[in-house]
């Protein structure tokens, strides 16, 4: 710290004007010398950099099917190993020798290759686990098969070498002339017996066969394909699968006639399946322009509906007999302007590696299940369909006076009976029905918040489930995976210790691999069995290069909220070469929920927006709000329902007034907030709502004016009211207060960003609060970001240090990259060749 002597010149000459003698005042004050933006270190941890430094830092198993085993692919430093584990022996060993493969590989592609440079590609096991295939991408070129103009600049590829390597030999065999295939088509739902594929086609459905299938595998475009059409009434927005959303003015005149994907779910036995047709005609077109497209600017259109419209998409369940080519609309009615949800039947982790897997529906041959939802999200129907006569009957009702949600029922025995997951007491459990939706027990209770079901063994009656916030003094949203009897005895933890973790589970539920850290610690991986017994010790992530570089881990902390009564969780982001005896200006990056907080639990890549931008010389600090993250309590999650403008803004004040009296290092009086999506409105309004508090903001995306967000999002976190008169007719009350209601209020320094093509939140948000600025008479910033959707792309980049400049301006008085044109520290990672 530098002392500057002030000299009081006042009195000297006033000293010289009297007897001329000279009278000195000396004080002595401490200040902080203006503090510079490390932009050299913020570059350090670009994601281009960490991809250089962080490698595996989970273990992904790909379980088998014939056995209880295993394999996975591991990264490090040092380069990729592939090793297959054997849970029943404790043992884990590599698939192949890397540097005895390499140099096998080298002699048949006679392109060189060593252990580690070893680019293997597609790795899959065999029906009988005792071989695998996989491969390797050489330097030699060759014409694409599908090509007729064999001079065009895109008709070469380079060749693929495929092999098979016999684990118990040792032995490579290449797999000669082979042609690796075009990849599964979106467009096609394959039968579980393979024999048909349905999919849509200008607005209807069609079907082929097996064999006209592989041909469309082949080439699409091969005339001699045989289809089948299915239905002749399906129309632009109210189509049998997809209607082209997405695509431009160009786009949908060249794709319409082509085949789409149809969205179909099937039948075990593949004689039935069933879709969901949605009738949107009457919904209101909302539109982007891309200014940047090819050639001229391009239009997409959409349907769009939002908060409080009366024109809703209407949702229909058709069931159709596949054997007889005939299908029927079910009639599921039951609330206006109701959404449907058809459930699918959860995929086997063993056949993960399947591209071809069939979408089958929740049930056997003879019913499914599917949930109906009433506008205003207080009423959820869990009900089951007879195939034969297509009755729908409802078997689970949900009632709430806020939002209710529920998730997939897991089925016991084909469905005599239900595990159902609801918030009905104020917590998220699971609960116990029989067939004809009568609750026979619930399964899990207290405070806490269970999650998902993971496994359900219905010979030992065990449940196997996701669920946090049950282990004292442990962050309560760090996961653990539990196991419970269904008549709720027997509750015992699987995955101690205090960490977030992640598992997967076999699908015996016999065993799991566990992958665990916190924002602080180096992750680690460990095999269970499913009594939470430790099998062994799998992996730990290999931080040396990240630690090299000057990495350090954030800090863990707990405030209270603004009430001074509810606990709530965040990450602090420090400097890496942090001097605790200096002031650092402060930013929040905020997402206020309520479908999740922007607080990292485990550590992991996505470093971006806090550990780099806190390099350029600020705290950054992220922390969660009421009203934010579901694996609350009820409570928690709805505090914002009526109030989705301004419900977590006193809490990210209280949060930095609390650190703020805890770290000497922290200054309140240079506040910056930011935050993109969601967090891009709440910054704003933060600035709005508190502006003497906080000073600096940039606002990506945000969706500023929630009467022109989504109907589901707005209506559903915010509430709509149902409003039914005299003569039974309903309708849809809304009101919301909105960013641009406060714009007067602004004091501070706002920078807006918004994608230009944004069909999530539309740039009207943006434009709006930029509109009503303007208005207001205020100084303010806007960029639009060319050709972009809701994230930024292949600007992201750009748009990180443009944000970094606008905090660097007017919270460190730092305006010294604000005169260079060039953007100095992407420029320095660009390989110039001419």
């Known amino acids: 710290m530098k002392k500057l002597y002030l000299f009081s010149l006042l009195g000297l000459f006033s000293g010289m004007a009297a007897n001329a003698q000279t009278k000195t005042i000396t004080t002595t004050e401490t200040l902080q010398v203006p ?21 595996s830092t989970s273990v992904d198993p790909h379980w088998l099917k014939q056995t209880n085993r295993f394999w996975y692919e591991y990264e490090t430093p040092n380069g990729k190993n592939w090793y297959i584990v054997e849970p029943a022996s404790r043992n884990k060993k590599q698939l192949f020798d890397p540097a005895k493969l390499a140099a096998e590989i080298t002699l048949i592609t006679r392109d060189p290759f060593d252990a580690q440079h070893l680019p293997i590609e597609n790795l899959k096991f065999s029906n009988d686990e005792k071989s695998v295939t996989f491969e390797i991408k050489s330097t030699i070129d060759e014409v694409k098969p599908d090509r007729k103009d064999k001079k065009a600049a895109d008709s070469m590829q380079k060749k693929i070498f495929k092999f098979q390597y016999e684990l118990a030999g040792g032995k490579l065999i290449e797999i000669k002339n082979f042609k690796r295939p075009k990849a599964k088509p979106n467009w096609g739902a394959v039968a579980p017996d393979s024999s ?19 041909k469309a595998l082949k080439n699409e475009e091969d005339s001699t394909i045989v289809e089948h059409q299915l239905t002749k009434d399906g129309v632009k927005y109210y189509s049998f699968g997809s209607d082209g959303s997405g695509e431009n003015n160009e786009e949908i005149i060249k794709n319409d006639k082509k085949r789409r994907r149809a969205f179909v779910l099937w039948s075990p036995d593949s004689k039935y399946f069933v879709i ?10 909302l539109w982007v322009i891309n200014s940047v497209s090819a050639g001229r600017p391009t239009l997409e259109t959409y349907k769009y509906q939002m908060p409080g419209e009366a024109e809703a998409p209407q949702d229909e369940v058709w069931l159709f007999n ?22 699918s039947k959860p995929a ?39 195939v034969a006569n297509g009755t729908v009957k409802p078997l689970i009702e949900e009632r709430f006076n806020t939002y209710v949600e529920v998730q997939r029922p897991g089925l016991v025995n084909g469905g005599k009976e239900l595990i159902h997951w609801s918030e009905r007491d104020g917590w998220g459990h699971f609960y116990l029905f029989d067939e004809n939706g009568k609750l026979k027990n619930q399964i899990t209770k207290g405070s806490f918040h269970c999650e998902d079901i993971v496994n359900i063994d219905e010979k030992a009656r065990v449940l196997y489930f996701t669920a946090n916030g049950r282990e004292a003094k442990e962050d309560p949203y760090y996961y653990h995976l539990y196991r419970v009897n269904f008549d709720g005895s027997g509750l015992k933890l699987l995955n101690a210790g205090d960490f977030d973790h992640t598992s997967s589970m076999n699908d015996d539920g016999r065993y799991f691999v566990d992958n665990y850290s916190r924002v602080n610690t180096i992750p680690k991986s460990t095999l269970y ?3 939470g017994n430790k099998v062994m010790e799998l992996e730990t992530t290999d931080l040396s290069l990240l630690m090299a570089a000057g990495y350090k881990f954030p800090e863990p902390f707990k405030v209270k909220a603004d009430d001074g009564v509810t606990d709530l969780y965040g990450v602090m982001y420090k400097p890496f070469n942090l001097d605790p005896t200096r002031k650092y200006p402060v930013i929040e990056y905020v997402y206020p929920g309520p479908q999740t907080e922007a607080v990292n639990k485990a550590f992991g890549r996505s470093m971006d927006r806090v550990d780099r931008l806190a390099q350029l010389g600020y705290i950054v600090v992220t922390v969660g709000n009421r009203g934010g993250h579901p694996a609350r309590s009820k409570w928690y999650h709805t505090y914002g329902y009526g109030n989705l403008r301004d419900y977590g803004l006193a809490d990210k004040k209280a949060t930095i007034e609390q650190l703020a009296d805890r770290y000497s290092f922290i200054d309140a009086n240079k506040v910056g907030i930011t935050g993109h999506s ?17 000073k600096v903001a940039v606002s990506a995306a945000g969706n500023h004016d ?29 009101s919301i207060d909105k960013n641009p209601d406060l714009a007067k209020n602004l004091k501070g320094h706002l920078l807006l960003m918004h994608g230009d093509i944004d069909n999530n939140v539309h740039p009207a948000g943006s434009i709006r609060v930029a509109n009503a600025l303007i208005k207001a008479g205020k100084r303010f910033d806007f960029i639009i970001v060319p050709g972009q959707r809701h994230g930024f792309g292949d600007m992201t980049e750009y748009m990180f240090w443009r944000l970094a400049d606008y905090f660097n301006n007017y919270l460190l008085d730092d305006f010294s990259q604000s005169t260079n044109v060039n953007m100095t520290e992407m420029d320095r990672e660009v390989e110039r060749k001419n």
């Not at 510079?36 to 490698?55: G, H, V």
């Not at 969601?678 to 906080?694: E, N, Q, R, W």
């Open 529 to 531: 069995d499913n009594n």
């Open 196 to 214: 048909a594929i349905i999919f849509t086609r200008n607005y209807n459905l069609f079907w082929m066969d097996k064999a006209n299938y592989q």
């Open 322 to 343: 596949f054997a007889q080519k005939t299908s029927k609309k079910l009639n599921v009615a039951a609330f206006k302007d109701q959404s449907l949800n058809t459930y």
């Open 348 to 386: 086997l982790n063993s056949d993960r590696d399947n591209e071809f897997r069939p979408a089958v529906w929740l049930g056997d041959n003879g019913k499914f299940y599917m949930g109906r939802t009433s506008r205003d999200l207080k009423r959820i129907d869990v009900c089951v369909v007879d």
């Open 276 to 285: 969901q047709r949605s009738d949107s005609r009457k919904v209101k077109d």
């Open 706 to 734: 929630n009467s022109i967000y989504n109907r589901w999002w707005s209506e559903k976190h915010h509430g709509v009211k149902e409003i039914v008169s005299l003569k039974g007719d309903t309708s849809f009350k809304y």
């Open 678 to 694: 969601g967090g891009g409105f709440m910054s704003t309004a933060a600035m709005l709502v508190y502006p003497d508090f906080f």
């Open 35 to 55: 503090q510079k933006a490390n932009y050299q270190m913020a570059a350090r941890f670009s994601p281009s950099k960490l991809r250089k430094m962080i490698y």
